[in-house]
Each structure stands twice: as structure tokens, then as C-alpha cells.
């Protein structure tokens, strides 16, 4: 897209700022992102393992126009519900994922323990969910777009979602951090009433909320909550913690222990009465923050531990179905006319979930799968195609479309792929603070992500809530990934 065509927004000040402005800006800022655990791990030299440096940030908050704010709260007990109910329907999660499990070996080994647990019955009907439903400011179109108060940002952008993130939905804690980052920036910056702007975020309360309600429904107060992590300390490990700690602060008694797919495979134990035990201790909740890459899987040892959690009477976070639920062949078929109806019998719910659909093609063998390869192969810089992977780092884009599609258009391996309408954000200027260098002025797009956190067995619904809120920025340059891989930055939004 042209420069010209983009759709910009104004920044929270004007900018740029002054070099001695930046510059005390910037330090006070890096100093009270890491007084206040905004932090993760560098490590890469040598044994560097316990380094430590601020996460990367942005020095503003992002505008974001509080009426698409409060759309994409206002949906997420939808997409909570409809996550829930799509992964109970066999029927519907096998015909969509039946082709892309013959092509994709790690979508089929989630597949054969989602079938081998149907096979056997589920032996924990109890499901929780916390997930992250993440949005795009769409600028391509103004039809029924969301008007408020004249604002014309609100007239001339839609929220469009990219994904819904059903296993290892990151952030939390973090999100609440960077807002107290950015009113102290703002405060400096002498922004009055900053803080009517940066809405309030209990994204971590939501989220204990969810483990201690499922801890509890479970039914031993013995009973420890298994968080399970990648082999090696991964660099959002305090992120992860945070979670970890925050829960036994609030809750004496409460333990949470940390353990890799292979030490599970290797220590846990599954009674008779598939009761789960880790160094004899009962597990009544299993929150999975590894298992999502194939990455996490470099033996039968981890695939054998993942089966052993599914079997068990401990309550998953994701369960097998939620994870397969989450995927992006899933949801491309519920963008599909009439599909949605089949989970959700409020016209209304429907309708605001839909709205929030950008557009989405098969790449199925046939007709239609044919069709979508032409019109992408015409003008491919229009589209986005995304493999069964979660992450980060793994979308593909222009000319990168058509060399892939060149490769696989007449093969089943396309298969394995969707392909999604690229989603044209608004740009903003900001300021991106990373470790080692100087702040870098950058057009910058920023992804909404908002929490759900969900709790039911069957069709008996024990909690359904909007969970707070996470946003990341990235340069408009595109490209996908979190803070994590490099390719984002921390954010919080500035409503306006």
C-alpha cells in the first residue's frame, strides 16, 4: 500500500520530540519499566542465561478509538462460547481439519489424541479456557463501520481479527505493567488526565481467577496447578512467573509447580482412576504455556506426556479439543456463510462476531481451493496464507505467497495452509525503546488482544468473562510475531 493511501492517526503528543526530551524521557521510562518487572531474558552469550534487560516497548500509548475498544470487549464472551462449543462438536472439528491432518504431521499427532480420548470417553468433562481473541484496526473499507462522536477514526476503521489464540495466550501480566509505564511517560509529558484515556486492565486478576476457580472446582485442597514450560528458560520466563507467583501470593496453600513435556513424561504418574500425580503430588490443573510448536515435541517422550495429561481427571488449560478449536483452518470455516448459526443460537451473538471476520479462503483440493489459488496468485500482496501454527513468525506474505503456491497449487500439501484477506491497520508514529538502542521514530500499526477467560462442563457454564486486555505494536512495515521473536513491541491503548 502507498504511502498516500495509508490511513494515519495522531499520536498522543506531537512528535517528533526534542533530542533532551527523548532522551530523559526514554532513560526515566526504561528505569521504571524495569522497577516494575517490565523485564525479560537477553541470553544469547556465552552463559548469559540470567541476563536481564526491559522488555522491548513502546514510549506512547497507541490511539485506539474507544469504540472499537469496547466492540472487541463486548465480543469476547461470544468467542469464548462459540471456542467452547466448537471444539465439543467431533463431527464438525473432524471434517474441517480431515485434509490438513494427512499433510500436516503436527496438526495429525494432536489429531490422534484428540481421537484416542474421544475413543476412550473424556475422563474430565470440566474445560478451562483462557484465551486471546487479537484484532487489527482494519482501514480497507467503511462499510458498517463504527462511528462515535464524530471522530473520524472511528468512522473509517473496523476491528478485524487475526486470530483467536486458545493455548499459551501470553501477555497479562505485562499489559497491566506498560499502561502504569505509559502514564508515567505521559504524566512527565504533562498529558492531563492521562488516565481517563488508558482504560483500566485486571488481565491478571481475570486470568488467577480462572486457574483458582478450576483449582477449586476440581475438589482437593491438596491438589497442586502444573504449569507446563519449554525445556530450556525461554525469554518471556517472567512473564510466565508472574502468573506462577501471583497465584500462591493470593492464595497460601495453593502450589504451582513448573515442569517440561519430558519431565512429565518421564515423573508423572497416571492412576487407575486417572488421578495425575507429579512427585506424589495430586495435579488438579494443567496450564499449558509449551506444547503449542513443534518445537515442543522433539521426542515421542513429549507426545507421550501430552497423551498422559489428556487421559488424566486434572482440569486442562487448553484440552485437546480447545487447542484444535483454535486453529486457522477452524477458523476459516466458521467465516464461511451459515456456520456460525451452528454454535450460536443468538442472532445478535452472531452478528457481532461475524462483523469482526475479515475475509477467508480455502485451500482445499478442488474447485473451490483452485479458485482461491488464482485470485491469490493474481495479486498476492492482498492476502496473508498462515500454516496450523501458533507463535509467531510463521505467516507468509506477498511475492513469498506466490513462490509457495508455485510450489504446492497442485499438491495436497497447500492443504495444510488458509488464506486470509491482509488487513490494512492505521499507522501512528511512535517511539520504540529496545535493549542496546537508540529510540527508533517508526509508522507503527498496533494489534488489540483481549482476554477470555471461560469455564464450563458441557453445556453448564461455571464462568464466562472478559479478561482485560493486550496490546502490541509493530512496524507498519508488516510481518507477524510477538515481542518475543523481535518483531513487536509492548503497548497499551489511548483511547480516543
Known amino acids: 500500500m502507498l504511502q498516500s493511501e495509508l490511513f494515519w492517526m495522531e499520536p498522543v503528543v506531537p512528535l517528533p520530540l526534542d533530542l533532551s526530551t527523548l532522551d530523559s524521557l526514554t532513560q526515566s ?196 496447578i502444573v504449569f507446563v514450560v519449554e525445556e530450556e528458560r525461554c525469554r518471556n520466563v517472567f512473564g510466565q512467573r508472574l502468573s506462577e507467583f501471583t497465584v500462591m501470593e493470593r492464595h497460601p496453600g495453593l502450589v504451582v509447580k513448573r515442569y517440561s513435556l519430558r519431565q512429565i513424561a518421564e515423573d508423572a504418574e497416571l492412576k487407575s482412576d486417572k488421578t495425575l500425580f507429579m512427585h506424589g503430588s495430586e495435579v488438579a490443573v494443567v496450564y499449558f504455556r509449551a506444547g503449542y510448536s513443534p518445537a515442543h515435541y522433539p521426542t515421542e517422550k513429549e507426545w507421550s506426556a501430552r497423551l498422559k495429561i489428556e487421559r488424566s481427571r486434572a482440569i486442562k488449560c487448553p484440552c485437546i479439543s480447545y487447542h484444535l478449536a483454535g486453529t486457522k483452518k477452524v477458523q476459516q470455516e466458521l467465516a464461511q456463510p451459515g456456520v456460525l448459526e451452528r454454535f450460536l443460537e443468538d442472532p445478535k451473538a452472531v452478528s457481532r462476531v461475524r462483523a469482526t471476520f475479515a475475509g477467508q479462503h480455502t485451500l482445499e483440493m478442488g474447485l473451490e481451493g483452485d479458485q482461491t489459488v488464482q485470485m491469490v496468485m493474481r495479486s498476492p500482496e492482498d492476502y496473508v496464507m498462515k500454516p496450523q501454527r501458533e507463535g509467531g513468525g510463521n505467516n507468509i506474505y506477498g511475492e513469498d505467497i506466490r513462490t509457495v503456491l508455485n510450489e504446492l497449487k497442485d499438491f495436497e500439501e497447500r492443504t495444510a495452509y488458509i488464506v486470509m484477506d491482509l488487513i490494512c491497520p492505521a499507522v501512528v508514529q511512535n517511539y520504540f525503546i529496545r535493549p542496546g538502542d537508540w529510540p527508533q521514530l517508526q509508522d507503527s500499526s498496533c494489534e488489540l488482544g483481549i482476554y477470555g477467560v471461560f469455564m464450563a462442563e458441557g453445556d453448564q457454564v461455571f464462568h464466562n468473562k472478559q479478561g482485560g486486555h493486550y496490546l502490541r505494536t509493530n512496524g507498519s512495515s508488516g510481518g507477524d510475531g510477538g515481542v518475543y521473536v523481535g518483531n513487536a513491541v509492548l503497548d497499551s491503548p489511548y483511547l480516543v
Open 29 to 224: 521510562a526504561k528505569d521504571y519499566a524495569v522497577l516494575n518487572g517490565l523485564t525479560y531474558l537477553t541470553g544469547g552469550q556465552n552463559d548469559t542465561s540470567d541476563l536481564v534487560s526491559f522488555a522491548p516497548f513502546a514510549l506512547l500509548p497507541s490511539p485506539v478509538p474507544r469504540a472499537l475498544f469496547v466492540q472487541a470487549r463486548a465480543v469476547q464472551k461470544d468467542f469464548n462460547l462459540l471456542v467452547h462449543r466448537v471444539s465439543h462438536d467431533r463431527a464438525f472439528l473432524s471434517r474441517c481439519l480431515s485434509s490438513v491432518v494427512k499433510v500436516d504431521n503436527f496438526t495429525a499427532s494432536l489429531f490422534h489424541i484428540y481421537e484416542q480420548v474421544q475413543e476412550e470417553g473424556v475422563t474430565q468433562p470440566i474445560c478451562l479456557g483462557l484465551h486471546r481473541s487479537d484484532y487489527l484496526l482494519d482501514t480497507t473499507t467503511n462499510n458498517d463501520a463504527v462511528g462515535t462522536n464524530g471522530v473520524t477514526a472511528c468512522r473509517q476503521l473496523q476491528l478485524k481479527q487475526t486470530e483467536i489464540n486458545t493455548i499459551a495466550a501470553a501477555g497479562a501480566g505485562f499489559g497491566e505493567k506498560i499502561a502504569r509505564v505509559h502514564k508515567h511517560v505521559l504524566n512527565l509529558l504533562g498529558v492531563a488526565d492521562a488516565y481517563k484515556h488508558i482504560p483500566e486492565n485486571r488481565a491478571m486478576d481475570s486470568q488467577l481467577d480462572g486457574f483458582v476457580a478450576a483449582w477449586e472446582q476440581y475438589g482437593s485442597q491438596k491438589a497442586i
